[in-house]
């Protein structure tokens, strides 16, 4: 069975910092390419960041670059976004995704919110 859970999501101030992980099984990881996406209320699902299956080029969002990273590990099956310098646009339910050819599988989302 295919499965994305994510983690690390939370409540932190503006200016702070959080570290989101994805962790995968059921399908062969290293070969997908990953991305973490967010939607706020009211609005639509955004692509936040973007990593190749080798993890050797990465986009990002204009609203992030800077400040948000992402990762992966092949070997443990994890994709990772670090987030800094937290503004409270980004809070967001926060989710992953994991893409290759029609295949497209999701995690369920981890809250992320930034205020003080």
């Known amino acids: 069975q295919e499965q994305l859970v994510e983690s690390g999501g939370g409540l932190v101030q503006p200016g702070g910092s959080l570290r989101l992980s994805c962790a995968a099984s059921g399908f062969t990881f290293s070969s997908y390419v990953l991305n973490w996406y967010r939607q706020a209320p009211g609005k639509e699902r955004e692509l936040v960041a973007g990593i190749t299956s080798a993890g050797n080029s990465r986009n990002y969002a204009d609203s992030v670059k800077g400040r948000f990273t992402i990762s992966r590990d092949n070997v443990k099956n994890m994709v990772y976004l670090q987030m800094n310098s937290l503004k409270s646009e980004d809070t967001a339910v926060y989710y992953c995704?994991?893409?290759?050819?029609?295949?497209?599988?999701w995690g369920q989302g981890t809250q992320v919110t930034v205020s003080s």
């Open positions: 995704n994991a893409r290759r050819g029609i295949k497209n599988n």
